[in-house]
């Protein structure tokens, strides 16, 4: 699967809003865009996932560039809750899925 | 969102003795399960994929016969750690897909391993 590039870490203010950066520019045409994330001591948490479109679900907003080598997932109004580390993953499908994870970024929401 | 259990979520156990996680889906039939260690601080590692009713398969590095898996059925999936030493104290996290739910993954809680 092909690697994606994030920040180490960002930092947001509760109740504004949260842009977290992917870089994929070895994204092939059938790789999916799947963000993830991990609150402290628990399991992975799936957010949000997009191909080609921008897509909107209840707990975020997927920004994917015209290119597909860059995508943002959005926080619209952070919350102290969310305050987790943020996984970017890209794959391919197919029967296996299997998901390798990065660093992610660690984000902090400051009261 | 479908739900992943664990069992059980912390574990203490001797040096040399071995060690079952349970991994089950709840509320759907999982086709495809797998399983992660996370050590302080880092990211998860795949240690390895199943399908119900056959052979796990392993990513380079994982001794498989350190590391049983069983997913005798489409809601349960085994990890044994066999002769666990200090160094295999780790957060183990699996996770499942399957189902009307296959775009995405879901994991479980993780299980804390302390081997002493």
């Known amino acids: 699967d092909a690697k994606t590039t994030q920040p180490n870490s960002m930092e947001s203010n509760e109740e504004e809003p949260v842009h977290l950066p992917c870089n994929h520019s070895t994204i092939s045409g059938t790789d999916y865009i799947h963000w993830y994330r991990q609150l402290p001591s628990q399991g992975p948490e799936y957010v949000i996932h997009g191909l080609t479109s921008n897509v909107n679900n209840r707990m975020a907003s997927l920004a994917i560039a015209e290119d597909r080598k860059s995508s943002t997932l959005i926080l619209h109004r952070a919350t102290l809750r969310d305050a987790a580390v943020y996984y970017c993953?890209?794959?391919?499908?197919?029967?296996?899925?299997?998901?390798?994870f990065g660093k992610g970024t660690l984000l902090t929401v400051n009261p | 969102g479908a739900v992943v259990s664990q069992h059980p979520s912390r574990v203490i156990c001797k040096s040399g003795t071995s060690v079952k996680i349970e991994c089950r889906s709840l509320?759907?039939?999982?086709?495809?399960m797998f399983w992660y260690r996370q050590f302080p601080k880092k990211s998860l590692m795949l240690m390895a994929t199943?399908?119900?009713?056959?052979?796990?398969?392993?990513e380079q590095g994982v001794e498989k016969d350190k590391f049983l898996i069983n997913h005798a059925s489409l809601t349960l999936s085994t990890l044994t750690v066999t002769s666990a030493h200090p160094e295999d104290s780790s957060f183990y996290i699996c996770s499942a897909r399957g189902g009307s739910y296959s775009y995405e993954q879901y994991f479980g809680p993780g299980t804390r391993l302390t081997v002493t």
């Open positions: 993953i890209l794959h391919s499908g197919g029967s296996n899925y299997k998901l390798t």
């Open positions: 509320d759907f039939q999982a086709t495809t």
């Open positions: 199943s399908n119900e009713g056959s052979k796990a398969t392993y």
